[in-house]
């Protein structure tokens, strides 16, 4: 079924630009994603036009989903279309700019949908800047199989979101993480895949063996996930698309192995190794199986996660006697501590970007989900509650999701999103209990 699904998804192709003119591609429409951004930029979106009756329905959808990605953001907010005072009947109609500036709209997408007879859809869209009186970019078309709506949605709210803010977007993806039933002395656990806003979940694992700590690969393609299956807590991993999985290697009885994660160019796996009551980092080559030791302590070493150029290696380690972030080589050798402040640091993840490493913090009998530079500079922390951890970084560097976990007896875990800013707090909509999200690059 995961096999099927993603395939018919991986047929969307980006085809031919429209005619439109490219002038306005660097206009002046532009929202700079700093702390200073507070008043979303309003946007209109007008029900995308269906060129048939065929397509009405998806075209809806479509729209729906458009606006719930760039409203999810933050930075922008949809004006009600109970006030537009223009109608969009045809694609190809001259934009009537007075009247989306009587209503302050400052972008305005405009788009059609095509059902065709063999299963497939065409999806054109175009993006206005409203006080310039000009497209913004030029205008696009997709096609694919009517089952592939919501990626085609998710396409072009990343190209709105790419064309106003300058960076890439992030809705084009998708998150694994581990779904949870029953209660909390019993649950019961599995690995599943779902798109980054919680549509579409499947189930990759039952509920036989606890499972833990999903990892996508850089392309996508294999997730890397800690299971009991075989008793003991050790690595394995998992082709996505024929849900096929293998230990990561054989390893002596009663040794664990944990916390993996894969190199940037796919071809390595850093991950904890415990043998002899003693936890240390290693690296594993997918293609020849040789394994070498990067750390070498007494104390446990552990949440491994490469720089974006693979040169070096952020872990959490407790060698001065508290939990604490170092950052070394990718060869290992003496590592650096980089995170200062008071209380324990640990689960750190190297932004895509290479600008600043997220963390787990403990502190006050509060946990907390932060970022810091890559030496430790400007720490600055984004949540806080009973039980915050795990976060994972979308593709572009510029927002974070996470497991927050409620007190008490029937304390439930749940997966919530938040920018590097600390804005926009939001709880990701999932089926059930879930927990250790870790999100892909983008499907492209």
Not at 121 to 145: C, T
Request: net charge negative; glycine share 10%.
């Amino acid at each position: 079924m995961v096999f099927r699904v993603l395939k018919t998804l991986v047929a969307v192709a980006l085809l031919a630009a429209l005619p439109l003119s490219a002038s306005a591609q660097n206009g002046p429409l532009r929202l700079e994603i700093t702390e200073g951004v507070i008043e979303p930029l309003p946007f209109a979106l007008p029900q995308f036009i269906a060129e048939n009756g065929a397509a009405g329905d998806v075209a809806a959808d479509i729209t729906r989903v458009i606006a719930a990605d760039l409203r999810g953001t933050g930075l922008f907010r949809q004006i009600p279309p109970d006030a537009y005072i223009s109608t969009v009947t045809n694609f190809a109609s001259p934009v009537q700019y007075a009247d989306w500036q009587a209503i302050n709209a400052q972008a305005l997408i405009t788009g059609s949908v095509e059902a065709r007879g063999d299963g497939t859809i065409v999806v054109r869209f175009r993006l206005f800047d409203v006080f310039s009186q000009a497209p913004l970019g030029e205008g696009l078309q997709f096609s694919g199989s009517v089952e592939s709506w919501r990626r085609m949605a998710h396409t072009v709210a990343d190209q709105v979101y790419e064309r106003i803010t300058g960076e890439t977007g992030y809705f084009d993806t998708r998150v694994v993480f581990i779904h949870e039933e029953g209660p909390k002395n019993a649950r019961l656990k599995r690995l599943a895949i779902m798109d980054y806003d919680g549509a579409n979940v499947q189930f990759l694992t039952d509920s036989r063996s606890l499972v833990l700590a999903p990892r996508f690969s850089p392309q996508g393609d294999r997730i890397l996930y800690t299971s009991y299956e075989g008793g003991t807590p050790q690595v394995y991993i998992m082709d996505v698309a024929t849900v096929t999985r293998r230990p990561l290697e054989a390893i002596p009885a009663g040794n664990m192995t944990f916390s993996p994660r894969f190199s940037p160019d796919g071809t390595q796996v850093v991950f904890s190794l415990e043998q002899g009551g003693n936890t240390d980092i290693y690296m594993l080559d997918l293609a020849t199986g040789t394994r070498r030791q990067l750390t070498n302590a007494p104390s446990i070493e552990t949440a491994p996660s490469f720089s974006p150029d693979g040169s070096r290696i952020v872990f959490e380690s407790d060698r001065s006697g508290t939990q604490q972030i170092y950052v070394m080589s990718a060869n290992g050798g003496e590592a650096t501590r980089i995170s200062q402040g008071s209380g324990r640091y640990g689960t750190p993840v190297w932004s895509p970007r290479g600008d600043y490493i997220a963390f787990t913090k403990q502190e006050g009998g509060r946990f907390h989900i932060g970022v810091m530079r890559i030496d430790g500079a400007e720490e600055r922390l984004l949540t806080a509650s009973f039980l915050d951890e795990g976060p994972t970084w979308a593709p572009n560097g510029r927002v974070i999701m996470f497991t927050r976990e409620t007190a008490g007896a029937n304390g439930a875990p749940a997966v919530y999103s938040v920018d590097i800013s600390g804005r926009n707090l939001q709880r990701v909509a999932t089926p059930g209990m879930a927990s250790d999200p870790a999100w892909s690059p983008l499907l492209r």
